[in-house]
């Protein structure tokens, strides 16, 4: 027996219908109706096609994309891989003094000193310690060696995902290796000289945007209440995350391009 397509056996029983039907019909009417079960017909054929090229595609991506494995990073067996950081102990203890995120009051009355590039904010956080003080990496990574975000007088990169953390104003450990995998425990170096005080400088960057680290230490590890410098109503977690400008023309305290600046959402 022929095989008809769904469409042409749709079409064949309209006409019959119509043929049923139109007995009475004028030769005009039934031309119109001719023409409109037509019309229905093309558009039902078009709309299975449709249908089946969308579910042929799915199942050609289906199968060209592989389950992939995601390696584990060190210390987290049966945990899946880290996709951002997370500090799960502070990199120095005791911090003396903190430095907050974005729109601190030294940033303010700094910003064309140290932060023409930034837009007039402070594109870090700092806790406050001795030269000598050891610094920890305080979760987990990869070290990727010296950062382009605070070098003097040296700087730690750890690659987490997407993610570089930089520990700046730091002397580096040299027993550092390359591409070493890091845990909370592990020694990045020791506080550097600063002229504007000694002191460990965390930034946190993804692509061309800096995050604010608070953001990114286990509940109970970070103390809001203890980050102050800042001009009210500004407080430590007033700016979430910022891309840099490209010049002191446009700075935030000048409030100049600021829809350039992420105010709200959490990274």
Known sequence: MPHRSNAGAALLIMVAVLVIMGGCASPEELARRQGEAFVQTQQAAIGQTAESLRLTAEAAIKDAIPDVQLPQLPGQPGQPAASRPQFSRLPVASPEWYGGFGANDFARDNWRKYYTQ?????????????VGTPVYAGLYGIYTGPSTDATKPGSVAISVGGFRVTFGHVVPDTNLKLNQEVSPDTLLGTVGDHPSGDHLHISIREGSRYHNALLFFEPGLINQSEWGGYTPPAGPLSIHSFIPMSTDKANYWGEKNIELLDLKGAP
């Open 118 to 130: 930034l837009g007039g904010l402070h594109n870090g956080t700092d806790f406050g310690a001795d």
